[in-house]
């Protein structure tokens, strides 16, 4: 199961995600002295930090240590409570996307940006609001998929424990870690009843690219996150639709919560010619371009989806299409999440997670709580069985015959 904690974002309808597997995701072995000296050493020291190591709050943990050594009545799993002294701080630092991982929580991480893992083939999300969690994506032949679970379900319950109130990634893992077969309870809104499924964790592949030819040559491609796998399978996708035909292409990237950079840019790559894709800025100033080279060009015209759960490497994906007028983009303005995370891995194999840029589209812009604004706004359509978003692609695409007049269409 992929996990994908949603943040609401003023003004905007509908889940709004924060992601997991974050724009740029880099793992550095270091040990807990050698970070901390690297950021007091940085050229803009972060202010705060000092109570980490201050006499106070040794004297504090002391003096806390020793209330619990007289008064607590059971003896307590030293390394759950280490495990949470280390959440605690992530959570301590006011980063909307900071993490502490244990060592097994970042191996499961891992794996599931690899497109294989163990669980039941699902993506789940948290509402801000309301606290339901809510399943977005079932991958095709997956557990979830075979026992009939459908995006839009409310998970309820795991056995009879109710999962009201429970953290997104509390519930991902208490079911990544099932050996036996275990019960799901959930809510469906299509039909306004419960439902009770069995199911039992097995080995998932993550097809996270799927397309087909549809009428008048135009191609449909959908990527529902930016793993490892995903270059690979766009390519392969695009090929294939290439083969049967395809003229003109759609990329929808609704509902993708984001992914790795080395993803999205490889996709990239693939469609442009050399120039800027993005740059990112950090927090003494020092900017890092990332640019295409000239190895491959997609000589089709495109045009990309997206919505306001369209998030992080897929606002990346739609601001380089969108600043370097490749396409129009079309549906409604996208989450916001411009800022990039960086994963330390500590010496005894957990690791820290935090926010330590910013990233800007080719022409210089930062999305980061405002999203990306399409050239076409079209809302989603409520009617069964119509996709008002698509329909319009489907009309610029075939309307003209050049890349010019699509543009001028975006425009």
């Known amino acids: 199961m992929d996990i994908h904690r949603k943040r609401r974002n003023s003004g905007t309808a509908g889940f709004a995600l924060g992601v997991l597997f974050t724009v740029l995701l880099f793992f550095v072995v270091l040990s807990g002295r050698e970070m901390f000296g690297a950021m007091v050493r940085g050229q803009n020291p972060v202010k705060g930090l000092e109570v980490l190591t201050s006499d106070e709050t040794r004297e504090k943990m002391e003096e806390v240590r020793n209330i619990l050594q007289e008064n607590l009545l059971e003896d307590v799993d030293s390394q759950q409570l280490s495990d949470y002294l280390f959440t605690g701080i992530a959570q301590g630092l006011g980063d909307d ?70 953290d997104v990634s509390d519930v991902a893992q208490m079911i990544r870690r099932s050996e036996e077969p275990f019960r799901l309870t959930v809510y469906r809104d299509a039909s306004g009843e419960e439902l009770t499924v069995d199911l039992q964790c097995a080995e998932v592949h993550k097809d996270t690219v799927s397309g087909e030819l549809r009428e008048d040559q135009t191609g449909y491609l959908k990527i529902t996150e930016f793993d490892e796998v995903t270059v690979g399978q766009f390519q392969e996708t695009v090929e294939r639709l290439r083969a049967e035909g395809m003229e003109k292409l759609v990329i929808d ?39 295409s080279t000239d190895d491959h060009v997609l000589d089709l015209p495109i045009a990309v989806l997206i919505n306001e759960n369209s998030a992080s490497a897929s606002e990346l994906f739609a601001g380089a299409v969108q600043d370097r007028e490749r396409g129009p983009v079309i549906g409604t303005t996208s989450f916001g999440k411009g800022v990039v995370q960086q994963t330390y891995v500590l010496s005894d194999g957990s690791a820290l997670k935090f926010t330590v840029q910013k990233y800007y589209t080719p022409n210089g812009t930062c999305i980061q709580g405002t999203g990306i604004t399409p050239d076409i706004p079209v809302e989603e359509s409520k009617e069964s069985g119509r996709d008002a978003v698509y329909e319009k692609a489907w009309e610029v695409l075939n309307s003209n015959g050049t890349e010019d007049d699509i543009q001028r269409k975006a425009g």
Do not use: H, W
């Not at 999300?125 to 995006?151: C, K, N, W």
């Not at 990239?268 to 800025?281: A, K, N, R, S």
């Open 97 to 166: 996307y900071a993490a502490y991982y244990t060592p097994e929580e970042l191996a499961e991480m891992k794996a599931g940006s690899s497109g294989e893992y163990k669980g039941i083939g699902c993506t789940l999300a948290e509402d801000a609001d309301t606290g339901r969690l809510t399943i977005m994506e079932v991958y095709t032949e997956s557990p979830a998929d075979l026992a009939g679970l459908l995006p839009g379900d409310v998970l309820l319950a795991y056995g009879d424990q109710s999962l009201e109130g429970m």
């Open 253 to 291: 990237l609704r509902n993708n919560p984001g992914g790795l950079l080395d993803s999205v840019c490889g996709i990239l790559d693939y469609i442009f010619p050399e120039g800027l894709l993005v740059y990112t800025v950090d927090r003494a100033g020092n900017r890092a371009d990332i640019r």
